[in-house]
């Protein structure tokens, strides 16, 4: 049972290059979710997708663009990479409620922008 | 969804209880109190939640006051392996996960 795979899990690119990180669940999750984290804080919500066909900003959504490719995949892109945008990426999955559930999460991508 | 305060850091004897505060004085009727914990940077991994009762499960014990304006995290005998930044957040139980993870409590536990 893998969980949710994030691929790849570390990218060096030089600003303004452009790259999408992937993201799969293999639990029949309805919403997924991309976050991201600098050195020393939380989790910030960039983007979620409540449930496939729809996606909504979070908290930093600026620089980023989403894409639910189906109900397993959930894609996050950098258009044109900038040093700000050096983070580590974790995309997670989940029930969208109402009764009990749980975030799953990947084991990040590790992205230095140069 | 409600804000949650934590002390930044904290230190437990091995074998020793370890107990993480958590104030979440603005919470809601209908919001659930979550822990998760993040080892190494790694993905952060579930814990545990409640609503209004005390949980308890393998990992942990959640003790939630009787108002639900604050809660405390019990790791019963902590072990070097329990060493992680711990998160408190609380979400609307049809909300999905989009609540914002703080910056947590980074616990140290000693041999």
Redesign the interface.
């Known amino acids: 049972n893998a969980g949710v795979t994030q691929t790849p899990k570390f990218q060096v690119l030089k600003t303004g290059q452009s790259m999408t990180l992937q993201c799969a669940q293999d639990m029949n999750h309805n919403s997924m979710y991309w976050y991201r984290q600098d050195p020393g804080m939380g989790l910030r919500l960039i983007y979620y997708s409540a449930s496939e066909g729809t996606t909504d900003k979070g908290e930093v959504p600026n620089g980023y663009n989403v894409s639910r490719l189906n109900k397993r995949e959930f894609s996050l892109r950098l258009e044109s990479a900038a040093p700000s945008q050096t983070s580590v990426y974790f995309c997670a999955s989940s029930e969208p409620g109402p009764y009990y559930t749980e975030a799953f999460f990947g084991q990040g991508t590790r992205l230095t922008v140069v | 969804d409600a804000k949650t305060t934590q002390p930044p850091s904290m230190d437990c004897a091995e074998g020793r209880a370890a107990n993480l505060p958590c104030n979440h004085s603005t919470i809601s009727g209908n919001e659930y109190v979550?822990w998760?914990r993040q080892i190494h940077?790694?993905?952060?991994?579930?814990i545990i939640?409640g609503l209004k009762n005390n949980e308890t499960n393998e990992m942990a014990s959640l003790i939630i006051t009787e108002d639900r304006k604050s809660s405390t995290l019990i790791l019963p005998h902590a072990t070097l392996r329990d060493t992680a930044v711990y998160?408190c957040i609380v979400r609307?139980?049809?909300?999905?996960?989009?609540?914002?993870?703080?910056?947590?409590t980074r616990l140290f536990v000693k041999a």
């Open positions: 979550y998760y940077s790694q993905g952060p991994q579930y939640h998160y609307v139980d049809t909300g999905g996960f989009k609540t914002i993870f703080g910056a947590g």
